[in-house]
């Protein structure tokens, strides 16, 4: 069963696209044909659409702050791009300096805000009609959870070295087998929903 017609199979030259990259990136190889699934590239096109909105949005906040002086301080009076963008990433930091702190809400800002822009932004897309966010797919979403999942514990490492794990063995040594486990488990699957 494939994914959900879109807007974006009404383009000139996808379906040509599409047959393209199938036979670049379909599962064919031994071991993963036992999970089939359609093969789209509804959900790249919908992340290329997002993505080009986001940088559309950074591009014209930079260059109203660039200039400097009073445009770079007081936002314009009308609503724009730029006023939507200062908006949000105000909202996401003052969440995470809630959850976080003050350090390490401006520490992690670039990590929380690109997944709370790409995220939102891609929600947004569903709303308009015929188009599919690109977060409908578990391609995408495992992707964005491996990211989190890895950078975890890379931050993790950085802070603490090798003693990072230590946290993985409990708070007794004797019930570090058991913790291990336990641990184990659940970061895998809380990390990669």
């Not at 591009?59 to 724009?80: E, H, K, L, Q, S």
């Not at 709303?127 to 977060?135: A, E, K, Q, R, S």
Request: hydrophobic residues 55%; glycine residues 8%.
């Amino acid at each position: 069963m494939g994914e959900e017609t879109s807007s974006f199979d009404l383009l000139p030259g996808v379906h040509n696209l599409e047959l393209f990259a199938k036979h670049y990136l379909a599962r064919t190889e031994l071991g993963v044909q036992g999970f089939p699934s359609a093969f789209s590239l509804t959900h790249v096109l919908g992340t290329a659409m997002v993505l080009l909105f986001v940088a559309i949005g950074a591009f014209a906040f930079n260059r109203a702050v660039a200039g400097g002086g009073r445009d770079a301080i007081v936002p314009p009076a009308t609503f724009n791009l730029r006023n939507l963008f200062e908006m949000f990433t105000d909202a996401i930091v003052s969440v995470a300096t809630g959850v976080m702190g003050e350090k390490n809400a401006r520490r992690f800002l670039p990590l929380i805000g690109t997944f709370a822009v790409f995220i939102f932004f891609s929600n947004i897309l569903a709303l308009i009609p015929g188009f599919i966010p690109p977060t409908s797919t578990i391609k995408t979403n495992l992707a964005l959870a491996l990211v989190v999942f890895v950078m975890t514990h890379v931050y993790g490492i950085k802070d603490n070295g090798i003693a990072y794990f230590k946290h993985f063995l409990g708070p007794i040594i004797w019930l570090a087998p058991l913790m291990l486990i336990i641990e184990v488990i659940s970061h895998i699957p809380g990390r990669c929903r």
